[in-house]
């Protein structure tokens, strides 16, 4: 893989630190007479500011969003400190942070939240805990809490919490807004998304409905080519052909393009002045023709296929909620009941992958078995597997409940607490065909056939409390009692499961568990500007089953086991839990009059009994592998530089490694999909052009260091693959006009650089011929244009 260099992001944080060492030097007065503007969060479930309150966190606005062109949290996160993720597309993105890698196991290490509804949930799918993607438009913020947030968010926050925070409804105003972005991606075509919001009142003061309308997209630059006379692996599957000389039976341009729909409706009434009660219902589908992914060999940004095959992906979602709030002389009382459906499909070509593995199968000639091919193939002549599919199936809902309690007031006591329930379902299904059964006699038509139901239900009571021993020093303890019953059943058949035929494997586990989450932080107003603070606090994530596999004497299965240190080829049915404590340091500064805000973190973690995937013979298996200890850090900067221009800059460390070695691990191996440094850095300019018309300017650059990850090269169980470090550059510059409307040219990607983002999950069967990689969207321009009204 071509390895992008990062010369342009080194260098922009190099002149960052210059502009602002000079800055400081020579504007200081200037730059102290433009204050930062402070956002309020509710991280610890009542309002404060992020510098007041005494974690690691980045909150960002929703006009900060608009300003620099995000449409999704994906492109957030890559900008935010202690963030790392594996994606393989839209909807099918896992958040992780601070070393909290997420591979193993079927639960998050990371909460997502829309308003107050949870989001995540344990999954069984190959793709993994995978978030959806919502359109971003009018939200008011968005806070990403770093550390452990198990007190007060649960299980699914074990290396931190994400929340989107929208609009609510305006009780006494009728306002509205529209956005139309228009633009071109190289080597794509013509993409636009169009956003709008109506607010209006039906009864002033006590009544009022919210409407958001999003729709986009999104031109695709993969192409699917279908070669003939497609070269066989001249290994086995080691090593892959030359499939880019193969004649090109079809070419699919643009195989990746994507549509996102959506719509979220709120109503807001107030019927008394202490009673709030907000429904709300929230809706989106996203389809993709074909994944964002390339073949790692030739490199080209093309899947080459020997059958045309289409992979067409979907992932819709509807989240209904009922918030109400009564508010109290002394706490405020909230209730939120939430409950939401998803189902997710998508459809993986896999021909080659199994062709070029079995050959030879049972003693069989090359590309065939003894009795003629039920489907000719120009793959390898008459004989051959045939066009070969994986399709995967994942319905899942949930429903959750949350009952709290927040004091209010400047008393030397704040608190908050409350009760949680949740009851969760899915039924992950993954089917792949065989439509050439006799290539390798085969008594069935499917190579495996996986439907595994899983039921999980969680209680817990939180609370944490806040005392100011004196006006600057502050105590904070909370403990967060829970319990969950998790209840799997797994199914499978079809030529590659345990009994080789069409009769079901099948397993019942029913695990449970409970436990305590405490939480100790103290805080110190050194003065006004200056707070530090030190946090212990504990996260857990619940065990789960493994799919049965199969395994018999001598077989490849069999001895990757071996091989991965389990006695006799023995998997382990279940995995237990995985637990950590985490010790973090930190400060909160302004200076400068508030026109400079810098804020610092350090931590530690003792993560055990890690939940890590494994791959014997490239069948998945989870077991608590090894123990890591994981230290780094995060710093923000965020100063008014004077004469209209802002610079923003961070920085974050993670150095992620196990600690011992087991089950095919070694000590010092790094955690997957961890990189040890992201940075970014950006400089934005506003300045007035006329009494009526402000000329805005921004333009920022995003660093991603080199990660691994597991893949199958080679035939080597648990190797792991590197992947390069890359960085991006966006830039933006327009017009805003006080009558309420905007129009920005952009780049995005101005370098048109090509970042590989993941190795693609193989639905079918992954080998070492070639991985699918996952990669960014190349260089964009377009207009960006909106009206406020």
């Known amino acids: 893989m071509k390895r992008n260099s990062p010369g342009l992001g080194t260098g922009l944080y190099a002149g960052a630190a210059l502009v602002l060492i000079v800055a400081t030097d020579v504007h200081a007065q200037q730059a102290a007479d433009q204050a930062l503007p402070e956002i309020v969060v509710t991280a610890q479930k009542r309002a404060s500011t992020v510098d007041k309150t005494p974690i690691s966190i980045t909150a960002v606005s929703g006009d900060d969003l608009q300003d620099r062109g995000i449409r999704d949290f994906s492109t957030l996160a890559a900008s935010t400190p202690g963030i790392s993720m594996k994606t393989n597309g839209p909807g099918q993105t896992e958040f992780e942070m601070r070393g909290m890698a997420s591979g193993g196991g079927n639960s998050p290490t990371v909460g997502f939240y829309l308003d107050d509804v949870p989001l995540t949930a344990p999954a069984a799918a190959q793709n993994g805990k995978v978030v959806i993607s919502p359109a971003l438009y009018d939200l008011s913020r968005v806070e990403v809490l770093r550390g452990p947030q198990g007190t007060l968010y649960g299980s699914g926050s074990m290396g931190g919490t994400v929340k989107l925070i929208t609009n609510q409804p305006n009780l006494s105003t009728f306002e509205g807004s529209a956005q139309a972005i228009l633009s071109g991606t190289k080597g794509g075509g013509f993409n636009h998304d169009e956003n709008l919001m109506l607010n209006t009142p039906l009864v002033k003061n006590e009544l009022a409905l919210r409407l958001v309308v999003s729709q986009s997209s999104t031109s695709g630059w993969i192409d699917r080519i279908v070669g003939g006379n497609f070269p066989q692996s001249p290994d086995g599957g080691l090593t892959r052909g030359n499939v880019a000389a193969a004649p090109v039976l079809e070419d699919h341009k643009g195989s990746n393009a994507e549509m996102l729909k959506g719509a979220r409706v709120a109503l807001t009434w107030k019927p008394l002045e202490q009673l709030t009660i907000t429904p709300s219902v929230f809706y989106q589908r996203i389809t993709q023709d074909g994944p964002s992914s390339f073949d790692s060999n030739p490199g080209t940004l093309a899947h080459y296929q020997p059958f045309s095959i289409a992979e067409p992906y979907a992932d819709s979602i509807t989240v209904s909620n009922l918030t109400m709030n009564y508010r109290f002389e002394a706490f405020d009382v909230t209730s939120v009941t939430s409950k939401w459906h998803r189902l997710s499909t998508q459809i993986q070509d896999g021909s080659e992958n199994f062709q070029n593995p079995l050959d030879g199968f049972n003693g069989a000639p090359p590309f065939g078995g003894s009795t003629p091919c039920l489907q000719p193939s120009p793959l390898y002549g008459s004989c051959g597997t045939g066009p070969m599919y994986g399709y995967e199936l994942d319905p899942s809902d949930q429903f959750s409940q949350e009952l709290r309690a927040a004091s209010t007031g400047d008393g030397p006591v704040q608190w908050v607490g409350g009760v949680f329930y949740s009851d969760f379902h899915?039924?992950?299904q993954l089917f792949t065909n065989f439509p050439n059964p006799a290539a390798f006699d085969s008594p069935v038509a499917d190579v495996w056939t996986l439907d595994e139901p899983t039921h999980i239900t969680q209680s817990a009571v939180f609370g944490e409390a806040t005392y100011a021993v004196t006006d600057k020093l502050k105590l904070t303890g909370g403990l967060r009692w829970y319990t969950y019953r998790n209840s799997l059943d797994m199914s499978f058949a079809g030529f590659g499961s345990p009994g080789g035929n069409d009769v079901p494997t099948t397993t019942h586990q029913v695990q449970s568990n409970s436990g305590v989450n405490p939480k100790v932080n103290v805080s110190y107003d050194v003065d006004k500007d200056l707070m530090v603070y030190a946090t212990a606090a504990?996260?857990?994530?619940p065990g789960g089953?493994?799919?049965?596999l199969p395994i018999s004497p001598g077989s490849c299965v069999y001895n990757g086991l071996v091989s991965l240190g389990y006695a006799n080829g023995t998997e382990p049915m279940t995995y237990k839990a995985d637990s950590l404590w985490?010790?973090?340091?930190?400060?909160?500064?302004?200076?400068?009059?508030?026109?400079?805000?810098?804020?610092a973190s350090v931590f530690y973690e003792n993560w055990k009994d890690i939940q890590l995937e494994e791959l014997?013979?490239?069948?998945?298996l989870?077991?608590?592998?090894?123990?890591?200890?994981?230290?780094?850090?995060?710093?923000?900067?965020?100063?008014?530089?004077?004469?209209?221009?802002t610079l923003g800059a961070n920085a974050g460390y993670t150095h992620a490694n196990l600690a011992e070695s087991a089950h095919g691990f070694n000590a010092g191996d790094r955690?997957?999909?961890?990189?040890?440094?992201?940075?970014?850095?950006?400089?934005?300019?506003h300045t007035p052009l006329t009494e009526r018309y402000d000329l805005v300017a921004r333009a920022e650059n995003v660093y991603t260091g080199s990660r691994v990850d597991l893949t199958f090269p080679a035939g080597v169980p648990n190797t792991q693959t590197p992947l390069a470090g890359y960085d991006l550059t966006n830039i933006r510059i327009g017009i805003a006009a006080d009558a309420g409307w905007s129009a920005t040219l952009f780049a995005n990607n101005l370098f048109n650089k090509r970042a590989s983002l993941e190795n693609t999950v193989q639905l079918t069967l992954a080998n070492a011929n070639f991985n699918r990689v996952a990669t960014n969207q190349p260089l964009t321009i377009g207009v960006d244009a909106s009206y406020h009204f």
């Open 426 to 428: 899915s039924n992950w």
């Open 538 to 541: 504990k996260g857990f994530r």
């Open 545 to 548: 089953g493994n799919q049965p």
């Open 582 to 599: 985490s010790y973090e340091a930190g400060e909160k500064l302004k200076f400068l009059n508030n026109s400079v805000h810098l804020n």
């Open 616 to 620: 014997p013979c490239n069948y998945p």
């Open 622 to 645: 989870f077991d608590n592998a090894n123990s890591a200890h994981i230290y780094g850090g995060e710093v923000e900067l965020r100063a008014a530089l004077g004469h209209n221009l």
């Open 671 to 685: 955690l997957p999909d961890v990189p040890p440094w992201t940075a970014s850095v950006d400089l934005s300019y």
